[in-house]
Structure formats: structure tokens, C-alpha cells
């Protein structure tokens, strides 16, 4: 089996060479049922990236415009080998769980079109001498997604025959949400097919959580502001015919303005403003369905300090969208 491995690096000089060292620590490498190439993706780099990573076992491909969207068309339609079988997606700033990961990873690929790794906080895998901040983080996140019906964009699989389907619009801010809407879709052709994600089973990687307040809210008004440009990215998609609705993102991927151009034309939108309004009760819905969960005093606590944090995510988002923030900003 061929994989082709795109470690997606932007400004990452600082760390890209352990990365590179952790990738290959992973058993697929040395496994004969696997013919494995790794591509370190550099893209947009204004620092000296390029010239730290190892380049022993590895290509390095120096992109001179960077955005995830754009890095990843190109890693998809023009570097990967043309008969790869299976594309890995990595971030360059995840830890893995074990040596076997990434070929634990591709082997539970089966039928699926993505298949994820367990996305898990660095301060839940070590949670020794942490601050009460850290704590709070760390009890409040991970409730409100399922990573196997998602997708996390730090660290998945797919089937290139899969992968190749598809075209991303240039300077989506939350790629991975918008890929994943492509991928139960297939482009808006059809209703959801949610058989089409999984998870692997024991296979899970380790990212650096935000530790503070003012990072937390700078990092979830980008995932709110990226939803919002989603939804109007979707938007654009659904006016073209379905039969067309493939060679429309194509188009979306070769034209810089197609998302803006989206963007302006559906938004900002009555009543909601930019930001649809179910981003700052999606909490309070969920806790509603288990009402019994909010007797407990610390669920209770968590579900009115998560909903006063989403107001002002909410809030900040619609202020620096109407400002102007969206696309290509990240």
C-alpha cells in the first residue's frame, strides 16, 4: 500500500524537526506492506522553516503562498504520487500516541472516507502541577463534538481515489469542518452519509491546549468565524445544478475572490447578523437534552461558564466580521 504523508507547516521553525523525528520513529516506515513518503508542506513561511527541516527521509516542498485550503488542494492534486492508495494529513505541531499510530491510522481505514485520530489536550495527557485555569480548560472541553463523526483536521486519513473528489475554496478559515461537509455530501449532491467517517480505535494524538482566557476566545471566535464563511461557502455551492457542483469548487480552488465573493453575497443576514445564532445556544441545547446532568453541580457550573464564554465569542466574532475578518485571515 502506497501512503503519502503531508505534514502541513506554517511558520513552524521552531519545532518542524522534531516533527519530522516523530514521524519517523513510526513503525509504517519500517513495515514491507507500506510504501511510505513524507512531504513536509511549507507554506507561506515568513520565517526559516524550510531551512530546519532534517532532510533525511523526507521531501520538502517550500509553497510560497500559504493557507491550509490552498496547501492541502496542492498536496492532494499535484504532490501526492499519482498512484498513491492512502493521503495522511498531520499538522506539524502534534505529538502521537505510540510508534504505531499513523499505520494503525491507515489500516482502520476500511470503507470510510476519512478516517480520524482522537484529537486529546496536552493537559489531560499530563495533568500534573496545573493551574486552576488549566483545569477548568480541561474539564469544559471536548463535549460539544464527536471526533468520529467529525473531522480534525490536525491529524486524519483518506483514500486518495477519495480525497482526489474533491477541491477546497481558497482561504477557508476552518478547512476541515468545510471538508467534512464535502465528504457526507459529496459536494452537496446528496444527503449525509454519516458511515462515510470513523474513528480509529486506540489511536489518538496530543495538541497544545490554549492556557489562557484571552487565547481561548481568540481561538474559538476563528472556529466561529470560520463556520460562518462554511455557510456561505455552502451557500454559493448549492446555487450551481448538483451535476455541477464538483467543477464549481475546482473553479473555487484555482480563484482567490470565489469565497469573498460568496461571503458578501449572503451575509451579513437577518436575523442573525454573521454569525448564525444556533453558535451561541448549540451548548445549552445539548445540555437541555440531558437535563439530568445539570443537577450535578459541576456540569451545572461548566454549562453557565461555557454559555457566559460562547456570548462573548459570539459576540467578538460578529464584531470583527463586520470589521471585515474572514477569509484568508488565518
Known sequence: MQVDIGIFAHNEAHGIAAMVARLLAQDILADPAFSTRILVLANGCSDDTVAQVPRAGVEVVD??????????????????????????????????????????????????????????????????????????????????????????????????????????????PVEDGFLRAMVLTDALTGPEEFSRIGGAAEVFHIYASERSIGALIRHQVRIVIGSAVNFAGFGALTAVPKAARHAELARAAADAGWLGGALHQVLPRWPFGFVPGHFLTKRLARAAASPRDLLRPKRLLVTVLGFGFDLVVYCRAQWAMWRGTGVGHW
Open 63 to 172: 509553497l510560497p503562498e500559504g493557507g491550509k485550503s490552498r496547501t492541502w488542494n496542492r498536496f492532494v492534486h499535484d504532490l501526492a504520487r499519482a498512484d498513491a492508495d492512502v493521503l495522511v494529513f498531520v499538522d506539524a505541531d502534534i505529538e502521537f500516541c505510540d510508534a504505531g499510530a499513523v499505520r494503525r491510522l491507515v489500516q482502520a481505514m476500511g470503507s470510510h472516507w476519512v478516517i480520524n485520530s482522537q484529537p486529546v489536550k496536552d493537559i489531560v495527557v499530563r495533568p500534573e502541577g496545573l493551574s486552576v485555569m488549566d483545569k477548568i480548560i480541561a474539564a469544559a472541553g471536548g463535549g460539544l463534538d464527536d471526533w468520529k463523526t467529525a473531522i480534525c483536521g490536525q491529524l486524519y486519513a483518506m483514500p486518495a481515489t477519495v480525497a482526489r473528489r474533491f477541491h477546497l475554496p481558497i482561504g477557508l
